[in-house]
């Protein structure tokens, strides 16, 4: 069965204090890796997609990477308003389109 | 672009009622996923139109029903609610056979059941 393990659950860090998010996953097939953002009361925001291991890629002060079993959200120097919570997801090879699979998520909150 | 739209955005309703949700696409997207979120869990896939057919669906009993209209909205309905029905239903558009990364997630609807 497919499945997605993030860790830790809740993350507390000071601002300019780097950190990484840890995303594991079990899946038969992985067409690709997601990583969203998700404000409170609000919808996921997405972040990145990666597809094949050694992949990375980057957006302001966040660093995706992806191996054989597991993804690292880097988060460089955070501010305040990186708080969020991140959720981790795969879409699988035979199931349907765009149909994600998610991790509990972390959240993530960064004091000024 | 106003992107993914729901309605409304909060509900409540007591055991046994039914609910209809609502969603519209974003332009130029003609696939709807519903997803349910509870309170501090990851989305749970529900189920996906196209073609104003339900295409799969995940693991969730009868009582989530849905429905696709000509124009690309979407409604979840849901049954005989349960307490355990309180959650974040979110919708999710897309263009059919585009990647995952083409999809965007509306605001969700906070349900309650009380």
């Known amino acids: 069965e497919d499945q997605v393990t993030q860790s830790p659950e809740a993350l507390r860090l000071q601002e300019g204090e780097s950190s990484s998010l840890n995303c594991s996953y079990t899946v038969s097939g992985l067409r690709g890796l997601f990583w969203y953002r998700q404000d409170p009361g609000k919808g996921p925001e997405f972040l990145f997609t990666l597809y094949s291991a050694g992949e990375e890629k980057e957006k302001e002060r966040l660093k995706a990477t992806l191996t054989k079993k597991e993804s690292f959200l880097h988060i460089t120097a955070p501010k305040p308003e990186d708080s969020a919570t991140y959720l981790c997801?795969?879409?699988?090879?035979?199931?349907?389109?765009?149909?994600?699979?998610f991790g509990t998520g972390t959240l993530l909150a960064v004091q000024p | 672009d106003a992107g993914v739209t729901q309605s409304p955005t909060h509900l409540i309703k007591t055991r046994g009622q039914q609910v209809t949700l609502r969603c519209s696409p974003k332009s130029g997207h003609d696939t709807v996923s519903w997803y349910q979120q509870a309170l501090g869990q990851g989305p749970q896939f529900i189920f996906q139109?196209?073609?104003?057919?339900e295409r799969q669906r995940g693991n969730f009993p009868d009582r989530f029903s849905g429905h696709q209209f000509p124009n690309y909205s979407s409604e979840l309905n849901v049954n005989a609610l349960l307490l355990g029905d309180s959650a974040l239903y979110l919708c999710?558009?897309?263009?059919w056979g585009q990647g995952a990364d083409t999809q965007y997630f509306g605001p969700g609807t906070r349900l309650t059941v009380l």
């Open positions: 997801a795969v879409h699988a090879y035979g199931g349907a389109t765009n149909k994600l699979i």
């Open positions: 139109y196209y073609e104003e057919e």
């Open positions: 999710a558009s897309s263009p």
